[in-house]
């Protein structure tokens, strides 16, 4: 259910909106404060999207290193201390599905 109302969302809007409106809030709440243009641990920046090549396979969460931070299963566990919940690594995992496209920088 969820899968069906997060594609009928995304059919109503742009990546760029999609970015905007729910990925870029989650990242800069959850990932900013420690992954910035000043402080980039693991060379990890959400302030500069090329940073994350990485990271980042587009378009396959499954490879990509972020998404498996994300499960805390592994030895990099991300974020620190408790998972997120598990629709908002919904929402990441869309995004990373669907290109990894940017909107508006974060701030
Ligand atoms: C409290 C600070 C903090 C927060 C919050 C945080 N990170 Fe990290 N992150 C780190 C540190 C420190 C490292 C390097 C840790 C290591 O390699 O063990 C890291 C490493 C990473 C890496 C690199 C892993 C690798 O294999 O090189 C990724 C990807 C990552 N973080 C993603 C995220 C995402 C996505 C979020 C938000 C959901 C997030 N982080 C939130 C501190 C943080």
Known sequence: MIAVALMALLAAQTPEQFF???VAPILTKRCLPCHNKDLDNAAVSFQN????????????????????????????RMPPGLPLPKREIK?????VKQGAVFGAPLR
């Open 20 to 22: 905007d409106r729910k």
């Open 91 to 95: 929402v990441l995992r869309e995004w």
């Open 49 to 76: 999207p090329a940073t994350l090549k990485r990271v980042i396979v587009s378009g396959q969460p499954d490879q990509s290193r972020l998404i498996e931070t994300l499960r805390h299963e592994g030895g990099v």
